[in-house]
């Protein structure tokens, strides 16, 4: 989770945000649970009239962010900038090489599991890729399905051509 969710995730349940600690991970996780969802809400349904997206989309959206499309120069580099400090890396970077630089955005809610973003495999190699996923034994299976899935992307486009797949 990005340092800006995370604040807005503190303030919502009474806590001044601070610096990353187990402490108050553990707490800001506790609050966390002891909200209720509304199970009625728009983002827990399933038609596509809420405020979703698709994987063909958010590969859209990086495709046009990496060709300068939809901010300034300034902007597109602040935005790719932030993409790439992302802390949650369970999923997409999980298995990669270290050499491999990704930037990336979760998405949790309930039972659904999402990382979309920027595969720099190399000088010459740039995947987009977006894995929506749902229904998983537990977070932490989920997690490793979406890595696997990543790292065998990664392991074919290292056996072809130089090029951008999205």
Known sequence: MDVTTSDLLAHSVGLTPEPY????????????SSEQF???????????????????????????LLAG????PSS??????????????????????????????????????????IIRIDDHNTLIVSIFSRGH??????????AHIANRAVQIILNQSSHTIV
């Open 69 to 72: 499309e939809l901010l300034s």
């Open 137 to 146: 034994a537990s977070t932490e299976a989920g997690e490793d399905d979406i």
């Open 21 to 32: 600690s187990q402490s108050y991970a553990t707490e800001l996780h506790k609050r966390l």
């Open 76 to 117: 597109t580099s602040i935005a790719l900038d932030i993409l790439s400090r992302q802390h949650l890396n369970r999923r997409i970077p999980r298995y990669l090489p270290k050499s491999v630089q990704v930037l990336h955005k979760t998405g949790s809610l309930a039972d659904h599991l999402n990382d979309a973003g």
């Open 38 to 64: 509304d199970p009625n809400n728009r983002v827990f349904q399933t038609h596509t009239e809420t405020n979703t997206t698709t994987p063909n989309e958010m590969n859209q959206i990086y495709e046009r």
